[in-house]
């Protein structure tokens, strides 16, 4: 018989948040198979410890299928037997206390993404679970009675395999390295495209405004045509715009579905109340200089811009500050991209689902091999809905790969 350099009844490919689970729940269930995560980074959880801004949005009280992207119905079904509530009792019983925003987003009560790596890891090790660093999986072999995995420090022997692999998305790991698991068994993969991602524009004028923030309504449009609208903090840059929800609608600009975003920059008001505001700071103010009409109401540089924008003289003031309102109301920005995979937070794409059964994740095509988390053609909303999916697709492949263990 041959000798391999690792053996475990079940190998779990990635050790992030999706594999740490995955690795856990099976550890946990069934007749308790051992269990060896091959990770190919130093550590586990690299990506995991930067959520959230160094938070962790672990999850979203919101969560529906209208979250999710790509193959919803998937997702859908698998949602229905892992919820948050399930998330929430599950990574407590790995020590992490979980506390709801007013917004209903999910945190752990540390405020420490990195505190959530560490509670996975210890319960890992306390449940004798391998963590093997610096190993990825170059190679993979289905046989009759389990997988042959090459790995980066020998051959590794399991009869079940999880495919944690995450995505190419905010880090330097080739295509290949990711889906290769999937994809020499035979699996498809799906257009991979950036999302959760900064937008690129081609508004010159707004150049000047790099590095504020402001409160806004962002709508998403091609042609004029409204394809969905988001609020909060929109931060202008450099290259373009930035904040939760340009990152919410940058997935419509990166599949090249929206061309355009209005700003709205006084949601709280309608087209008729700001013209109305601007028209009695036109006669209120006269003497000011037009750099200050709109200081105390809109950023001062923002004010500017508009005025520029609507161009603003004293000769033209009336129509001028009319053409102001309908710009603050719906400041148009052309977009032209989003500045790329490797500054995505999430992978929009990805392993094919039909190929798969959404309440195990186990392959329609190979017996014994199951794929979780970004890895598969599922991406969600920012603000909890992926970590939410890792926890969803992690525990249904551990348990079912587990149980089929018996
Ligand atoms: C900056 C940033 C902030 C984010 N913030 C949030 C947030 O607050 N809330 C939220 O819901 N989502 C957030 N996300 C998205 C979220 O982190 C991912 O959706 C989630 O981590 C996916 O889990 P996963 O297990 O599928 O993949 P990952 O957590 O990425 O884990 C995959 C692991 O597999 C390893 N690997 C890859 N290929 C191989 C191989 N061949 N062999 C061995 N190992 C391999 C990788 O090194 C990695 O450790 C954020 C993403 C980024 C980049």
Redesign the pocket.
Known sequence: MKRYTFTSDVAV???????MFAALTAAKSGSRPSVTV????ER?????S???NG?????NAGVSPERYHGSRRFAAAALELFSVQDAVRELGKYGVLITEEKDGKLFPYSLQASSVTDCLRFSCAEAGIALECD????GIKAGKNGFVLTTERGEAFAKRVIM????V???A?SEE??Y??AVTLGHRLTRLLPS?VKVKTAAKELKALNGIKVNATVSAVKGGRLLRKESGEVLFTEYGLSGPPVLQLSRLVSSGECDCMLLDLMPEFSLEETEKILLSRGADFRDRPLSELLSGMLNKRVGQTVLKLAGYSPENKRAALIRAAGLIKALPVKVTGVTGMRS???CAGGIETADFNPLTMESRLVKGFYV????LNVD?DC????????WTS?YLAGKAAAEDIG
């Open positions: 490919i990635g050790g992030g948040a999706s594999g091959y990770e190919a980074g586990v959880g690299a990506k995991l930067v959520t959230g938070r962790c949005n672990i999850s190993c990825a999986v170059r944690s692999t995450g995505s998305a905010g880090v790991a390295t990711v290769s698991p959760v995505a937070q999430v979780t988390g970004e890895a969600g603000g909890g809905f992926n970590l939410q999916w890792a992690g």
